[in-house]
């Protein structure tokens, strides 16, 4: 688990309960999660809020599969219903998390979706502002942007 927040207690007490401390690493806050997510089979993010979440992208760009919660900017980046959980139900992320290790055909479906939604949000700044300049047009001395599209 890599984070903090107002439940990490809650968090740690039922690892300790559960005894399950020998399969759940608690990183806590990360100032750089890549190697981690890079690492991993899988990344689930169980926000209950989040507009813009960079881990998505994050764990996208190092081509590490992701599942999150049916919300906000998370629904938006994902798409996909097979890579979305109600965070409400603890019982469909668990259940997605075990299929993905047991199941090779679904993770791989996943990772494939995955692949999909990073091509969909790359964005290559060099390449788009060469294009911007270039697709400027100077009308009576003012020069106003070209639909680049």
Avoid at 10 to 38: A, F, R, T
Avoid at 122 to 141: A, M, Q, R, V
Wanted: glycine share 4%; charged share 25%; aromatic share 8%.
């Amino acid at each position: 688990l890599v984070g903090d927040g107002p439940d990490m207690n809650l968090v740690k007490k039922y690892v300790d309960n559960e005894n399950i401390g020998n399969s759940v690493v608690i990183h806590g806050w990360v100032n750089n999660p890549l190697q981690i997510m890079c690492s991993s089979n899988l990344v689930v993010v169980p926000s209950r809020v989040d507009p813009c979440p960079n881990v998505v992208l994050e764990s996208l760009s190092v081509a590490t599969p992701v599942i999150g919660s049916d919300v906000d900017g998370i629904s938006e980046m994902l798409s996909y219903p097979e890579l979305l959980f109600y965070p409400e139900l603890s019982s469909t992320i668990s259940e997605k998390v075990l299929k993905a290790e047991s199941c090779r055909e679904y993770y791989e479906s996943i990772s494939k979706k995955c692949q999909d939604r990073c091509e969909k949000h790359k964005f290559d700044w060099s390449h788009n502002f060469e294009k911007i300049l270039t697709n400027w047009s100077s009308i009576d001395g003012i020069y106003k942007p070209v639909d680049i599209r």
